[in-house]
């Protein structure tokens, strides 16, 4: 995963507009959330200052006379721009000495806020919570008529039902399901009338010509032939979405769409799919979860031990 920077600006007046700084990558995203005004990007790589470059950045954004800004990392050159920008309010969790960078210092209480998202939440609050806020499920907005372009490029029927893989993770292989039996599932649904489509980065071309090698014109190897928008559209044709807990996994539940979700080293409980719509299937070992990129047992059983059958099953039931 590229570089996960998003910074919050807002105008806190009757017109009050929501402008995200955030990496190049993710810019597309954000274009499908209708709540986000804009989208500024921030060409700044991962782990690198280029303190001039946030400075120059931060002085653009004067004029735009933000009221606060909702820094969600916790790293000292993060809350830079902000500064330079002159927003009043600069609001975010304690973490690498920043007091005078940020000057609306929150306490993160983990037996609080548990999730990932719950954190991030809470920053919009007025001020540290006593509780843990109420998450709406987040929405992207797909569009028709790219599906319709989509369905013509990529020939699908509008007569069978879709099921999109999303078999990479790029965190590791502690988090993603063995491929053979991403394959050997995909081969039954052909079996069943269904489209399979498998979605993935250029670097999971490998993992998608696996699963698609049998039968390449009923299984479709898409890994680094879409964007992210044109992901998410084809994810909003589908019957269901099957993937590991992934950045995509989350674009699929935001397009209200059925997903089941195969959990190895991370924990659903932590980073869980945002959907009435989404199946967990996690198996919470005893040395589970261990957030690990590769088993540190050698075993992987938290995902081995999934059947294909278990995840074929959940399908009924969504």
Not at 64 to 85: C, G, H, M, N, V
Not at 192 to 199: A, D, F, G, M, S
């Amino acid at each position: 995963m590229a570089q996960s920077l998003f910074i919050t600006l807002k105008q806190e007046r009757p017109d009050a507009l929501i402008d995200v700084l955030a990496p190049a990558w993710s810019l597309p995203l954000l274009a499908r959330m209708p709540e986000v005004h804009a989208a500024i990007p921030l060409p700044v790589g991962h782990g690198e200052l280029q303190l001039l470059t946030r400075y120059k950045i931060g002085r653009s954004l004067r004029a735009r006379q933000y009221d606060q800004a909702i820094i969600t990392p916790r790293s000292y050159k993060s809350a830079l721009i902000p500064f330079f920008a002159g927003i009043s309010r600069r609001t975010g969790y304690r973490g690498e000495m920043r007091y005078g960078v940020i000057n609306d210092i929150r306490t993160l209480d983990k037996s609080i806020l548990r999730q990932t998202v719950q954190r991030y939440v809470a920053l919009g609050k007025s001020h540290n919570v006593v509780e843990a806020p109420q998450i709406p499920f987040p929405k992207l907005t797909v569009d028709t008529a790219n599906q319709a372009k989509l369905r013509d490029k990529f020939k699908l029927s509008e007569d069978q039902p879709l099921i999109c893989m999303m078999p990479g993770a790029e965190y590791g292989p502690a988090k993603q399901w063995p491929i053979e039996k991403y394959a050997e599932l995909a081969a039954i649904f052909v079996e069943q009338e269904y489209q399979v489509l498998v979605l993935g980065s250029q670097k999971e071309t490998g993992l998608g010509e696996t699963i698609a090698v049998a039968q390449p014109e009923k299984i479709k190897n898409l890994c680094g032939q879409t964007s992210l928008t044109d992901a998410i559209d084809l994810l909003g044709l589908s019957t269901v979405a099957i993937t590991n807990d992934s950045g995509l996994m989350h674009v699929a539940c935001a397009t209200d769409r059925p997903v089941i979700a195969i959990y190895g080293s991370s924990d659903p409980a932590y980073t869980p799919p945002l959907s009435n719509k989404a199946k967990i299937i996690y198996h919470s070992l005893e040395c589970s979860p261990c957030f690990k990129r590769v088993c540190p047992l050698g075993h992987t059983a938290c995902l081995t031990d999934i059947k294909m059958e278990e995840v074929a099953g959940c399908i009924t039931h969504l």
